[in-house]
């Protein structure tokens, strides 16, 4: 039987660090390839800019000064947690053969902690607002006619559902090929391991047993509508192009065209639940069809086969 001490303590913590941090490596982490990271130092950031694609013109004469819309979009910082016990008898008996697996998962959960949050809000999209206040993914998003937003408006859909019949399961594609990418992942502190091993505090003391949490404050937001599409119609060919081109005709205020869709594979992701795994690769990854013509969707985007969604 083992006397539990502080150095027996000290140096559990330290192989439970270093079974969390090996679980951390080990996550094939997708969400940095459609969100961008921004580092948070408060409580919550204000995206006041978006809606604004900068863009040069020549220059004659004095520079054109125009004061531009500031809008309110704010992301708070969620604080989330992840909590388990070792009861102080398993480390009397010796007893700790499964706990570094347990702190493996535990790092593993952290680190794909990101993507559940990217691609979640995903879904949200169609419930959920963006800094031009209509949802994320809305047949009637506001363009306007002079760069400062003003003048006459157009409304703009990035919402393609079925002409006839109900909406089915939505799939999304999205352009990445521009720094802020259509998704923000915003992060106030990265995942740590926080531990009460004190036999004075009062869980030890009450419950014989030592907690060991993940503690982490982050959340997620939506960047520029005008990089996503979200599609409740067949995952086909036609709906992938017809997605494709909603993106490329996408202009920012002042009528300006902003040049996306044009990414090919490496900027242009098609996101799937794994329901419809297969119909993406039928669309992205055939170099032929049925009758032998060539398939003029083949690499046109990368596929990411999303567990996260719904």
């Not at 819309?69 to 947690?81: A, C, H, P, S, V």
């Not at 994320?136 to 006619?145: A, G, Q």
């Not at 990445?176 to 926080?194: G, N, Y």
Request: net charge negative.
């Amino acid at each position: 039987m083992a006397i539990v001490t502080n150095p027996l303590l000290t140096s559990l913590r330290t192989g439970f660090n270093a079974a969390f941090a090996k679980g951390k490596s080990r996550a094939k982490s997708q969400w940095t390839i459609a969100a961008t990271l921004i580092r948070s130092t408060t409580a919550s950031n204000m995206y006041g800019w978006l809606g604004q694609y900068p863009q040069l013109k020549e220059w004659v004469g004095p520079r054109t000064i125009k004061s531009m819309k500031e809008y309110g979009y704010t992301i708070t910082n969620k604080l989330f947690e992840g909590t388990v016990t070792v009861p102080r008898t398993a480390i009397e008996d010796d007893n700790l053969g499964t706990y570094n697996v347990l702190f493996e998962e535990m790092g593993y959960g952290a680190a794909t902690h990101p993507d559940s949050l990217v691609f979640g809000v995903l879904n949200k999209g169609l419930s959920s607002t963006c800094y031009d206040g209509q949802y994320f993914f809305d047949t009637d998003h506001p363009v306007y006619e002079n760069v400062d937003d003003t003048g006459a408006v157009q409304t703009v859909s990035n919402l393609i559902d079925p002409a006839v019949g109900s909406p089915g399961k939505p799939w999304y594609v999205l352009d990445v090929s521009r720094p802020l990418k259509p998704i923000i992942f915003q992060e106030r502190t990265s995942p740590e391991l926080q531990v009460i091993e004190d036999p004075r505090q009062e869980h030890v003391f009450n419950y014989d047993e030592y907690a060991y949490g993940v503690r982490y404050r982050c959340n997620v937001g939506f960047g520029f509508w005008q990089q996503a599409v979200c599609c409740r119609d067949t995952l086909n060919a036609d709906n992938f192009n017809k997605a494709i081109e909603l993106i490329q005709s996408y202009k920012a205020s002042g009528m300006r065209p902003l040049g996306l869709g044009l990414g090919g594979k490496e900027g242009t992701l098609l996101v799937v639940p794994s329901a419809l795994n297969s119909a993406a690769e039928n669309v992205i990854e055939k170099q032929n069809l049925a009758g032998g013509e060539s398939n003029t969707c083949y690499g046109k985007a990368t596929i990411i086969n999303c567990p996260w969604l719904p």
